[in-house]
């Protein structure tokens, strides 16, 4: 069975910090997809990143980046000198390669940033 | 830009009662998903849909059903609302990605309060 923990519920930062969410997966699978989405206070979820098992890249998005490594199944997500409107609640999600919309996410990691 | 819409962003309801929650999306999507949102969670898949006429189970279908008769339109229905049911509802759609596992792409979200 898929599992995905994000261990920390919340973090609070002070503006320009840096923060670090972590993602830890289980899967049998060896394809599979990693998403980040983000929930703002208006509650919609946006998608932030996916991956799929055979990209181990890091990727880099303006303050964002995501380090992957299959060997600790991890996938986690850094915002670099964060700002008030990271403030949001974070998922990290997992799916079987052709699962199409069915994805296992983790609880989420409330981020506080303040300033 | 995709654009799914849910019909009500609040509801409350009364424990019993038969309640239907509706979702909209206007860019032709085959695939259209449930999930509901409580704290420490995260999200859970109610049922799916991958064609008109057509659904399935998710991981938490007990006390849910769920209509698509028309492609843009897909509607979850709490048979006899309960207590537990109390949550945040979040509809979703996805293209046909292929192999690719296309994102999600979330409404708004209906927080129901059943009392």
């Known amino acids: 069975a898929q599992k995905v923990t994000q261990a920390q519920t919340e973090i609070s930062v002070v503006e320009k910090e840096d923060v670090t969410l972590d993602c830890v997966y289980e899967?049998?699978?060896?394809?599979?997809?990693l998403f980040w989405y983000k929930q703002p206070p208006s509650g919609e979820l946006v998608f932030l990143i996916r991956?799929?098992?055979?990209?181990?890249q890091n990727e880099i998005s303006g303050r964002y980046s995501w380090n992957f490594q299959k060997s600790t199944s991890s996938f986690n997500f850094t915002i670099t000198a964060s700002q008030v409107v990271d403030s949001a609640v974070y998922f990290c999600?997992?799916?079987?390669?052709?699962?199409?919309?069915?994805?296992?996410f983790g609880a989420g990691t409330q981020v506080v940033v303040t300033p | 830009d995709v654009k799914v819409t849910q019909s009500s962003r609040y509801l409350v309801k009364r424990t019993g009662e038969k309640v239907f929650l509706e979702c909209v999306q206007d860019?032709?999507?085959?695939?259209m998903f449930w999930y509901r949102q409580d704290p420490g969670l995260g999200l859970r898949l109610i049922y799916f849909?991958?064609?008109?006429?057509?659904?399935e189970k998710g991981d938490i279908p007990e006390g849910y059903s769920v209509s698509r008769e028309k492609k843009e339109r897909f509607s979850l229905i709490l048979e006899s609302a309960s207590t537990n049911q109390t949550s945040m509802y979040l509809c979703?759609?996805?293209?046909?990605?292929?192999?690719?596992?296309?994102?999600?792409?979330f409404g708004n979200g209906t927080r129901l309060t059943v009392t």
């Open positions: 991956r799929n098992s055979f990209d181990e």
């Open positions: 979703a759609t996805v293209a046909d990605p292929g192999p690719y596992n296309s994102p999600l792409h």
């Open positions: 899967t049998r699978d060896t394809t599979y997809y």
């Open positions: 999600a997992l799916s079987e390669l052709f699962s199409w919309g069915k994805l296992q």
């Open positions: 849909s991958y064609d008109v006429k057509m659904k």
């Open positions: 860019m032709d999507h085959e695939n």
